[in-house]
T-cell receptor, first 113, second 114 residues
């Protein structure tokens, strides 16, 4: 039982390049989330998926797209990376019910030069 | 506008003593509160939670207290251990249909000194 896994762990991009961050969970959770964490800014929600087949914008969605490929997988795509997207990205999942507990992956450290 | 505030960026405590981490919130619709711990280079891990119908919840060395009238909650760690050194995030959520989004504080970095 791996929980939430993310790939890659590290990535360096040049401005304008694109990439997709992958996330998968094996806990049969309904909801999945993408966050970014920047120094002094805490965790900010980029996009979330309440259930398979649905996605919604979070607090900072600009410059990102997501795909909920199936119940297990939720990917985050940067179409044209910018230095402002340098951050640590976390994927999380939850049952989506009253409990609210979210379970996080180990993160992807992205640098855009 | 920060709806969940952790006003102390850092806290230092001696091993064996009590650590008290504080969190304030502004949205009276929040009805569920969580604490997460985060070590460097790892994702946050869930620690303990409390529903707004309670004022206290305990789990081993960790106790969370909720004061709804003051819109304040605190996490007590007794006794503190060096392995507790981490960043602690407070998060809150409101009932929004079948999905809950968490609103996060900025975190408090706890250092427990041997």
């Amino acid at each position: 039982n791996a929980g939430v896994t993310q790939t890659p762990k590290f990535q360096v991009l040049k401005t304008g390049q694109s990439m997709t961050l992958q996330c998968a969970q094996d806990m049969n959770h309904n909801s999945m989330y993408w966050y970014r964490q920047d120094p002094g800014m805490g965790l900010r929600l980029i996009y979330y998926s309440a259930s398979e087949g649905t996605t919604d914008k979070g607090e900072v969605p600009n410059g990102y797209n997501v795909s909920r490929l199936n119940k297990r997988e939720f990917s985050l795509r940067l179409e044209s990376a910018a230095p402002s997207q340098t951050s640590v990205y976390f994927c999380a999942s939850s049952m989506g019910l009253a409990g609210g507990e979210q379970y996080f992956g180990p993160g992807t450290r992205l640098t855009v030069t | 506008d920060q709806q969940v505030k952790q006003n102390s960026p850092s806290l230092s405590v001696q091993e064996g003593r009590i650590s008290i981490l504080n969190c304030d919130y502004t949205n009276s619709m929040f009805d569920y509160f969580l604490w997460y711990k985060k070590y460097p280079a790892e994702g946050p891990t869930f620690l303990i939670s409390i529903s707004s119908i309670k004022d206290k919840n305990e789990d081993g060395r960790f106790t969370v207290f909720l004061n709804k009238s003051a819109k304040h909650l605190s996490l007590h760690i007794v006794p503190s251990q060096p392995g507790d050194s981490a960043v602690y995030f407070c998060a809150a959520s409101a009932n929004a249909g079948n999905n809950r989004k968490l609103i996060w504080g900025l975190g408090t970095s706890l250092a427990v000194n041997p």
